[in-house]
């Protein structure tokens, strides 16, 4: 069967397309026509760019700058209770190159942006030249931070009139690729006032180190806001820009002029006769509100890190050579310690060095009233008497005798007087500060009632204090079930136990308010960058520690320490002062150093300001003699009570007279008026002036070398690295001398 080779079922012959030359024709035509209006869009096109092509730069480069660019939050200030800036936020800059923008038109941008850099910033046209054409793809070089506002306005005066006269003489060389990022810069417009108290902040400025920076970093802080960018269908560029949260205001208790004076006395003080440390808390005893609080080392808060005068290179070697040996035995525990001869055998220089650098800012940074411990001596007597006055064991109008000593424990514990006072009344044992009377009142109050005291007035326990670093002392302290006869004996007059200044303090001022201890703090506000109040750091009262009968005993016995007794240095003309002086020996025994010191209030009967001073180790030939810590505290009253609107007496002698009419006649009759104990009346005396402990050779006084364990070293500071203050051989001799007393006292 045959099939067909055609498709076609018709049989009709098919027809051909034929593409004639008319069509190619005007196909030609056609495509011709498109071609020319190509080039012509393209010409169009390139002759937009190129009269526009500054417009255009811009908007690409401002796409490109601002498509996420973060804008920086204020850092908060902070200021004294009267509201003046203590730290505070300016706004700096940042010049920021663009070589990528320069480069695109080297011949005409180039050298005219290095002429600008250099006469304005004086660098070296070599140098930028070559950063320059290093880097020509790149589009953000930070070449300087934080200029000042003068320093960004002259150069912007500059490119401005530079570019304009070129323009104006129609040449195209221009001043590009330069712009400025704005920063902030924390200043500290006081420098080293208050330096340990306000603290700085780390290089970034996002963090502080110390101070009221750091325990308030979370309110000084805030949060970066967000530039960003697009073009719209017009080819302009529009902007979403989300604001910045600025950090609040952190208004401090601080008061800047009692700051000054407390400073401005211990310089006095250290350029005059000197001592390894001094330390000055002010506070208001009614409410925990610490005014100002100072120690001989300061530091520029602008550059905290400059350790030139203080310091030798070797010293610092030294440091870092103990540091390290430390750091890798406490790393490796399970070794064998190693010794400093071996510690180049395990660290690098650089490293042993950056250890040696901690160690001497933290020496210079560590808040001396805060972070440092210390046996403070008589001042502890208040608590003694005041702790057997709440438990009925006394009454205050008892008398006891002082022969020079007591035998407690195996030891003989001397008195300040070597030779006895004789017969004293509790006011008189306190005026006169009597060792003796002390161990007595302690035996019969017994250590479970002295040891409960103790924990109530703070002694033991971090007071709660807002700043950074406060040592804790639980361990540096007795407890009933590790106090015997002796430590009990010399708890009572200071001695055998550990507190820092703020510690002290706090405790005084619980006494003299009545009996409200209130945790010491040092900010009073929180303000939001507007100045509305957001937060209030109301007073915390913590806890009742004695009546207002035994506040009013101990203040008037405090009164007559200064005015008759031996707190007389402390005395300022025309106004009632209370206060208690104290000559703690230092460890280890029988070296014959001292830390002295008083504690003081004004006016005696209606507390409004508390001054506690202290002197570790006067540079001075025969130490012991707490007149001097008592004349810095007259100083610095004499200043601060007019200051404060303390008004003196109208007539002294007239007002002593008259307290002297109100007086009990015999002993241990109330005043009708208050209800209150009052110190009784005794015979005309001539009293001591000033607390002095007399020579007592190598034995240093019969006081036991028998602190709490921990005691032999100094506490570590919340983030920092610290040296113990004592060496290891102190460590095991004092160890050693408590385990033998130890003994003895059982």
């Not at 936020?89 to 080297?106: A, G």
């Not at 440390?277 to 120690?295: F, I, K, Q, T, W």
């Not at 550990?498 to 405790?507: K, R, Y």
């Amino acid at each position: 069967m045959r099939t067909s080779r055609h498709n076609n079922p018709s049989g009709k012959p098919e027809k051909k397309r034929v593409f004639t030359k008319d069509m190619q024709k005007k196909l030609a035509i056609a495509v011709i026509v498109i071609t020319l209006a190509l080039f012509s869009l393209i010409y169009v096109l390139f002759s937009i760019i190129q009269d526009n092509q500054d417009d255009y730069n811009q908007i690409v480069l401002s796409q490109q700058d601002y498509e996420s660019r973060p804008i920086p939050y204020r850092r908060g200030d902070i200021v004294d209770r009267n509201g003046t800036y203590l730290a505070t936020t300016e706004k700096v800059y940042n010049l920021i190159l663009d070589p990528r923008q320069i480069m695109s038109d080297e011949e005409n941008f180039l050298e005219p942006s290095v002429s600008a850099l250099v006469n304005v910033f004086g660098y070296d046209a070599g140098t930028i030249r070559e950063l320059i054409r290093n880097n020509p793809s790149k589009q953000y070089i930070r070449h300087e931070r934080q200029l000042s506002y003068d320093q960004k306005n002259a150069f912007e005066t500059l490119k401005k009139e530079t570019n304009e006269k070129n323009a104006a003489a129609g040449s195209k060389a221009r001043v590009k690729g330069v712009w400025f990022e704005e920063e902030y810069k924390r200043i500290y417009p006081y420098n080293s006032l208050g330096c340990s108290v306000i603290g700085f902040v780390n290089g970034d400025g996002m963090d502080g180190a110390i101070g009221i920076e750091r325990s308030y970093n979370d309110s000084l802080v805030g949060i970066n806001g967000r530039e960003y960018g697009y073009l719209n269908d017009d080819s302009n560029l529009e902007r979403v820009i989300k604001s910045a949260t600025n950090g609040n205001t952190v208004v401090s208790t601080i008061d800047l002029k009692i700051q000054d004076i407390v400073e401005k006395n211990i310089r006095q003080w250290q350029n005059e006769t000197g001592s390894d440390r001094v330390g000055v808390v002010v506070m208001n005893p009614n409410n925990g509100e610490v005014l100002a609080m100072a120690s001989d080392r300061d530091f520029d808060l602008n550059n905290p890190r400059d350790l030139k005068g203080r310091y030798t290179q070797s010293e610092i070697w030294d440091f870092g050579m103990k540091e390290a040996r430390d750091t890798y035995n406490r790393r490796n525990k399970e070794e064998t310690p190693i010794t400093v001869e071996q510690v180049t055998e395990h660290f690098t220089e650089d490293e042993i060095r950056s250890f040696g650098y901690q160690v001497a800012w933290n020496q210079v940074w560590r808040n001396y009233c805060v972070s440092d411990t210390y046996e403070p001596g008589s001042p502890q007597k208040i608590f003694t008497v005041a702790a057997a006055m709440e438990e009925g064991v006394i009454n205050g109008s008892e008398t006891f005798f002082c022969d020079g000593y007591q035998e407690v424990g195996g030891w003989k514990i001397a008195c300040v007087k070597t030779i006895g006072h004789g017969n004293l009344t509790v006011t008189e044992s306190l005026m006169q500060s009597c060792n003796d009377c002390m161990m007595q009142i302690a035996a019969m109050t017994g250590k479970a009632r002295f040891s409960k005291y103790q924990k109530m007035f703070g002694f033991g326990s971090r007071t709660g204090i807002d700043l950074p670093g406060e040592a804790d002392t639980k361990s540096l302290v007795y407890e009933e079930s590790n106090m015997n006869a002796s430590s009990l004996a010399t708890n009572s007059f200071g001695q055998n136990y550990n507190c820092t200044m703020i510690q002290m303090a706090a405790a005084y001022c619980s006494v003299i308010n009545g009996g409200s201890y209130y945790e010491p703090h040092v900010v009073k506000q929180v303000l939001n960058e507007h100045g509305a109040v957001i937060k209030r750091i109301e007073p915390k009262l913590v806890r009742e520690t004695v009546s207002e009968n035994t506040a009013q005993f101990i203040k008037e016995a405090l009164f007559r320490t200064v005015s008759e007794g031996t707190g007389k240095a402390a005395a300022v003309e025309g106004y009632e002062i209370g206060g208690k002086t104290g000559t703690a020996e230092k460890y280890p025994r029988g070296n014959n150093n001292y830390l002295v010191s008083f504690c003081g209030f004004a006016p005696a009967q209606n507390p409004q300001v508390l001054v506690y001073v202290t002197i570790d180790t006067p540079h001075v030939e025969d130490q012991p003699h707490s007149s001097y810590a008592s004349g810095v505290f007259g100083k610095i009253m004499e200043e601060i009570l007019p200051y404060l609107n303390v008004f003196p007496e109208d007539d002294p002698e007239e007002a002593s007279g008259v307290e002297a009419e109100g007086l009990p006649q015999r002993e241990g009759i109330t005043d009708p008026g208050t209800g209150s104990l009052v110190p009784q009346e005794t015979e005309s005396k001539v009293y001591e002036t000033d607390e002095y402990i007399e020579p007592a050779g190598e034995t240093g006084g019969g006081i036991p070398a028998q602190l709490p364990a921990a005691a032999m070293t100094q506490e570590t500071t919340e983030g920092l690295i610290t040296e113990p203050e004592e060496t290891e051989n102190e460590t095991s001799e004092g160890s050693q001398g408590e385990s033998e007393s130890s003994s003895q006292g059982n």
